[in-house]
């Protein structure tokens, strides 16, 4: 027998399990050594108090795994690697230090406890609708070629994503445009017509030029992208609401989701200007490596302060990351990639604070398997709904 449900083991562990779910373990069990030997490091880490977890005798694999992706193309080698990896473990940060599950040999395991009716993310599923209003499904894993638009050839490869490859060097014309719309719990990298390379997040849309002019280049993004822009000597514009994100040349992440309550500008190098317009006044600030612009959206106030930028760009490199962050900011991250609705039984869970490091898992039942065993609550899953309740 090749798989197991992790709800089933989780089960087990808990003392929950039924006759039948415990028929289907036994005889997953007795398949393979391999199998008894990671139920019970499983069952010995469940078990375990925070005290007890010894964070010195587990190895730190984050820079292994991440090493292992491709620069150009992580975002569509993230789901390939973790079925195919021998040495990634499971790494979370505690409160209190750094706790990596390296000694529980998931990596074998984790490609086997996938079964139908689980909670998983899609990824690299986006869809394109290009000025003419004619639409393409871009979650197939095969190249494709897309009709061109004003001199601009449109290709969708399958390590690269979607690539705009402009043929001429200026346009007398005017600019059409197309738009990329990512669903919840997928992603996909895009190369516009001048290089520039954009990572739109889950629940994201960008809208954008086939081809840019001869002025500035301008975009429209809604939700969450990362973007790496080609310097060229013409400004490079992300227009987001009342916000305005101006650079030449760099790397920075841009957070507007419509259910958080700031649009948050985060510069990993380079140097970009951010403008907001408020009831027709424009109110601008600089910001330089490793500096975060927020704009709350509520007060209308903007404010500019010092951040790991890690924490808000790890997405890009297929994992979660939160520091002293409450769980309710946590879990509305999660669902958004997960597609889940979350309800809490007792309000005062959504204060709970919590500093972890996550990988964005396919089977969200191994993710919050992590999130019970460092905040203490339980995570419950039903379909497309999760309930986190008191133990």
Partial sequence: MGNVDWNIIRKKIKGQINSSEEKALEKWLDASLKHRAYFENAEAFQTKTMEDLDLNLVPNTTEEFLRKLDGKSKVIQIRRFLNYAAVIALPIMLAAGMLFLGNMRLEEQMAQLKTPGLIEANQNQALLITSTGKTYNLESGLDQAIDEEQGVKIRKYLKAGLKYENKTSSQERALVYNTLKTAKGGEYQLELADGTTVHLNCDSELKYPVNFGKGERRVELKGEAFFEVTKNGQAFIVDVNDVSVEVLGTKFNVMAYANEESIQTTLVSGKVKVDVNTKGKIESLYLEPGKQASWNKLSGTLNCKEVETDLYTSWV??????????????????????????????????????????????????????IEKISGAEVDETNNSVVIRMK
Avoid: C, H
């Fill in 317 to 370: 490199d297929g994992y979660f990351r939160f520091e002293d962050q409450r769980l309710e900011d946590i879990m509305r991250t999660i669902s958004r990639w997960y597609d889940i609705k979350v309800f809490y039984q007792n309000p005062d869970l959504k204060n709970k604070r919590l500093t972890g490091k996550l990988y964005r898992f396919e089977d969200f039942s191994v993710l919050a398997n992590m």
